[in-house]
């Protein structure tokens, strides 16, 4: 984890993020409608997340290439007092080196700090290592979404007290 760095993501960052996203997605098969691999947001993600209740981070790799994201804004269509983790991506080589569990710990914290009570997320199925992260944080499964994402795709989700 010593090669890698997580910071707040800047307006620079921005085409870097909107690739790994697309990368990412289209590995897992989440293309089309229903993803978040088809929000607006994709393209402009510094811009999307400088509200006050809201904070979006990068990893970056030694040589300055940004490598992975991640972060939390409020719950559209939620309960004000519950954020949604979003856009936690990762490229293959910044995988297995903790640095999910850390941009999740950096999310958590930040999403505490802005006042949220909970945290829900949606994955899907067979994204495994990122089930399994999110439940060792002791995230719990849910039966159904909430809010009005428009993920209408996924088919795993999760909440957690913070």
């Known amino acids: 984890m010593s090669d890698f760095i997580i910071r707040a993501i800047r307006k620079a960052d921005n085409a870097e993020v909107a690739k790994i996203i697309r990368t990412v997605m289209t590995s897992f098969g989440a293309v089309g409608e229903g993803f978040s691999i ?15 209740q809201s904070e979006m981070y990068v990893v970056v790799g030694k040589e300055g290439k940004v490598m992975g994201c ?3 804004a409020p719950l559209v269509g939620g309960d004000s ?8 991506y990762f490229l293959p080589e910044a995988r297995g080196k903790g640095l999910g569990r850390k941009m999740l710990e950096m999310s958590l914290v930040g999403a505490k ?21 999110y439940e060792k944080a002791g995230f719990l499964p849910l039966t159904c ?12 989700f999760y909440l957690i007290k913070l």
């Open 81 to 88: 007092d519950t954020c949604e983790l979003r856009k936690m």
């Open 113 to 133: 700090r802005a006042g949220f009570k909970k945290c829900y997320l949606e994955t899907l199925v067979h994204m495994k290592a990122a089930r399994r992260l």
């Open 38 to 52: 088809e929000d607006p947001e994709v393209d402009q993600m510094y811009e999307a997340y400088q509200g006050n």
């Open 70 to 72: 991640g972060g939390f």
């Open 145 to 156: 979404s909430l809010g009005n994402t428009g993920h209408g795709s996924c088919d795993s």
